[in-house]
């Protein structure tokens, strides 16, 4: 054949092959983009709390929706009662990305990031009003602001209300009344510092070690949020407990940096979404159970006190010194002064 009929052809079959290979190309990225989408991710939480709990109530309501709204391509599992992990291992897997997420006490998870020291700081906020006004505008900055460095996204502040203090002997009613008391603390060092500073004797445990703690008198005294003095049985072992309110409770949602980076964009937007969202309806649902603990606890035959407010002063003046100072070793000091002037702002 003719050569340069030769190149005609080649070149005539050349332009007939080319809209079929960009068709096929574009074929196969359609394909791949649509596997992607079709893709599901598994999502699992861990907590420390029953099946009662606002936080798990809240979190399968979490469930039920960021499934709902991915369309199924989340499969979120709920693990209640440290199921899955304790709560700092919760934390290290979440770091570690072999959990998706965790609802932790901040003062558990500080030791992985001080900026949660913050939330630590004893008789800071004035109310509950008070306190959910500093989260609102500030938890996104000055809290969460940096944690995706050692792994962590913020997700949402939800809480506990406030920690009170319960004993099994005397009755505290001043701030005498807490000198060389043992009580059981988080293991969080910044509760020990406060409860130290006061002159009691702090004992950190977990919780499943508390109620035998309690019966055998290896402590004195714990303090947790209201309700679990009702809830848990505790009341049975427990007979004073005072409404000190030294800690506004909170507890922080934590997603692993390393399993939100492999979520699709829209996804990472309703695990976000749907946890901030959900905030309100935790608040809630913690603030019934807590009125409904302290109206209960009377006809249970617990002696509630309250603690005057030169009392309440009292601790405070003591309790805040040295914590502050544990946190300026190890937070900027910018960090703090931003933190502490919002916190009076917002009075």
Not at 112 to 139: C, N, T, W, Y
Not at 194 to 219: C, D, I, K, S
Request: net charge positive; proline share 5%; hydrophobic share 45%.
């Amino acid at each position: 054949m003719d050569p340069k009929r030769c190149l005609v052809l080649s070149r005539l079959l050349a332009q007939v092959r080319k809209p079929w290979s960009v068709a096929l190309t574009l074929i196969a990225a359609g394909a791949i983009s649509a596997t992607a989408a079709a893709a599901t991710f598994e999502m699992k939480i861990s907590h420390a709390a029953n099946t009662k709990h606002p936080i798990h109530v809240t979190l399968e309501r979490f469930k039920e929706l960021a499934e709902k709204r991915s369309s199924g391509r989340l499969q979120v599992k709920v693990f209640h009662s440290g199921q899955l992990a304790g709560q700092r291992e919760g934390v290290e897997g979440v770091q570690l990305g072999t959990i998706e997420a965790v609802a932790i006490p901040a003062g558990v998870a500080a030791g992985f990031a001080p900026s949660f020291m913050l939330l630590d700081i004893p008789f800071q906020f004035e109310s509950l009003a008070h306190g959910r006004k500093v989260m609102d505008k500030h938890a996104d900055s000055l809290i969460f602001g940096g944690i995706e460095q050692v792994g962590f996204v913020g997700l949402a502040v939800w809480e506990q209300g406030y920690r009170n203090l319960g004993t099994t002997k005397r009755s505290v009613k001043a701030f005498a009344d807490v000198k060389d008391l043992k009580v059981r603390t988080l293991e969080a060092p910044l509760h020990v510092i406060a409860w130290r500073a006061v002159g009691a004797n702090p004992t950190p445990m977990g919780w499943a070690e508390v109620l035998p703690a309690l019966q055998q008198g290896v402590v004195d005294g714990v303090e947790i949020p209201s309700y679990l003095f009702t809830q848990t049985g505790l009341h049975e072992v427990v007979k004073n407990v005072t409404l000190t309110q030294h800690i506004y409770d909170s507890v922080i949602v934590l997603a692993s940096k390393k399993w939100m980076d492999r979520l699709p964009a829209d996804l990472q937007r309703v695990v976000r979404d749907t946890m901030r969202e959900l905030t309100a309806m935790q608040r809630d649902l913690n603030q019934g159970d807590v009125e409904k603990a302290e109206a209960e606890m009377p006809r249970l035959g617990v002696t509630l006190n309250k603690l005057a407010p030169v009392e309440r002063k009292r601790f405070a003046s003591a309790s805040q010194p040295p914590v502050l100072q544990a946190i300026k070793a190890r937070l900027p000091e910018d960090r703090l002064n931003s933190w502490m002037k919002a916190v009076s702002a917002a009075k």
